[in-house]
């Protein structure tokens, strides 16, 4: 394992409430990435951070935000909880130095089962 | 849209065959395309990764044959074992990006 917990493992909530998600990683990790996964639709980008405050978004960023204040920790927050956005969420990591050589491997985490009832 | 598509959704083999998952992708700026293996409750792992410069890259009983002029990957399991019961995701990624874009996922079933 690369390190990468997930906080809590399991949640269950209402519509409409907000909730937030932490990612914590001890190896000093640049990348960090949020995504969800659906059945049929295999893993989602949610957001994703480049460095300390700095994030963009992904392909399934509405309702969601993100936020890095520090290298180990990626906080996602549902704003206002839906039952749409009943899923798995797993966060990733990744190494610095871009394209080359083995800088590519994606870590991820084991995963937050949320249900929004 | 998904810009990986990967089929079948689903497979079942015997012990001892052989297991085939297809990936098709549109963006030609893609330039590195990995497997990922994923076990029940489990989060993702990277178990094969391969460069659109080469057909094949093996490793174990793991081979990805790569097609570039037909935009297309596929990931060949020999001899498979109940323990490569799992799901599996292709992806691509752009060189100049640090985004990966996945497949829907295959989920293999090896049966004893």
């Not at chain 1, 009943?86 to 870590?107: D, H, L, M, R």
Request: aromatic content about 12%.
């Amino acid at each position: 394992d690369a390190g990468i917990t997930q906080s809590p493992r399991h949640k269950v909530t209402e519509t409409g409430t907000p909730v937030t998600l932490r990612c914590h990683q001890t190896e000093n990790h640049r990348y960090m990435y949020w995504y969800r996964q659906d059945p049929g639709h295999g893993l989602r980008l949610i957001h994703y951070s480049y460095g300390v405050k700095d994030t963009d978004k992904g392909e399934v960023s509405d309702g969601y935000s993100v936020s890095r204040s520090k290298t180990e920790d990626f906080l996602l927050t549902l704003e206002s909880a839906t039952s749409s956005q009943t899923s798995v969420y797993f966060c990733a990591t990744k190494t610095g130095g871009g394209s080359g050589g083995f800088n590519n491997e994606q870590f991820f985490g084991p995963g937050t089962r949320l249900t929004v009832l | 849209q998904q810009q990986v598509k990967q089929s079948p959704q689903s497979l079942i083999v015997q012990k001892g065959g052989i297991s085939i998952i297809n990936c098709a992708y549109e963006n030609t700026a893609f330039d590195y395309f990995p497997w990922y293996q994923q076990f029940p409750g489990k989060g993702p792992a990277l178990l094969i990764a391969i460069r659109p410069d080469v057909s094949e890259k093996k490793e174990g009983r793991f081979t990805i044959s790569f097609n570039k002029s037909a935009k297309q990957f596929s990931l060949h399991i020999m001899d498979s074992q109940p323990g490569d019961s799992a799901t599996y995701f292709c992806a691509g990624r752009e060189w100049s990006d640090y985004k990966l874009s996945f497949g829907a996922g295959t989920t293999v079933t090896v049966r004893a």
